[in-house]
């Protein structure tokens, strides 16, 4: 029996794929899996439909799943094309998600390691679900991502609210 497809990775394609791959590492716990990738030829130009096509890069394992699990791969091609800065609410991926312990400590490392917040810290109650904690945050180069702590309830559904934690990250 042939299994269904399996998630394997995401790519971020990236100004300074060393300086984002640190800061992953760093800020959210991710490991380098080697090797480092430094990829031209025809094949890549033919799979791109680039001309020249020149990228490095590396994969990371996300921090929960092993040496076997999905990882980030973070490739910097030598000529990008760049718009604008991701928007939470653009078509597209719009952020990756991490769950944490703590998400005001984990905020913390993120903006010790380079990164920012895009908004406030809330928690909510979401029904059929749980009580959420998160917070949004961007990496060195403005890529979104998500920081959340969940606490699963057991008992009946509770109606969904947001509420805003004054002045606390």
């Given at each position: 029996?042939?299994?269904?497809?399996?998630?394997?990775?995401?790519?971020?394609?990236?100004?300074?794929?060393?300086?984002?791959?640190?800061?992953?590492?760093?800020?959210?716990?991710?490991?380098?899996?080697?090797?480092?990738?430094?990829?031209?030829?025809?094949?890549?130009?033919?799979?791109?439909s680039l001309r020249r096509a020149h990228l490095r890069g590396i994969h990371l394992?996300?921090?929960?799943?092993?040496?076997?699990?999905?990882?980030?791969?973070?490739?910097?091609?030598?000529?990008?094309?760049?718009?604008?800065?991701?928007?939470?609410?653009?078509?597209?991926?719009?952020?990756?998600?991490?769950?944490?312990?703590?998400?005001?400590?984990?905020?913390?490392?993120?903006?010790?390691?380079?990164?920012?917040?895009?908004?406030?810290?809330?928690?909510?109650?979401?029904?059929?679900?749980?009580?959420?904690?998160?917070?949004?945050?961007?990496?060195?180069?403005?890529?979104?991502?998500?920081?959340?702590?969940?606490?699963?309830?057991?008992?009946?559904?509770?109606?969904?609210?947001?509420?805003?934690?004054?002045?606390?990250?």
């Open positions: 029996m042939t299994p269904g497809p399996v998630f394997v990775h995401t790519n971020l394609v990236a100004r300074d794929w060393e300086k984002l791959a640190q800061f992953y590492v760093g800020a959210l716990g991710c490991a380098r899996k080697p090797p480092e990738r430094n990829l031209e030829g025809k094949w890549l130009d033919q799979a791109t394992l996300l921090p929960g799943y092993g040496a076997k699990g999905p990882t980030l791969e973070i490739f910097e091609y030598s000529r990008e094309r760049w718009s604008r800065a991701p928007a939470v609410n653009a078509p597209g991926f719009g952020h990756i998600a991490f769950a944490v312990q703590n998400v005001g400590n984990t905020l913390r490392q993120v903006e010790r390691c380079g990164g920012g917040r895009v908004g406030e810290r809330v928690s909510a109650d979401i029904e059929g679900v749980g009580r959420i904690d998160f917070v949004y945050a961007r990496d060195p180069e403005g890529n979104i991502i998500e920081l959340q702590k969940w606490e699963r309830r057991s008992e009946g559904p509770r109606k969904a609210k947001s509420r805003r934690r004054a002045g606390r990250a």
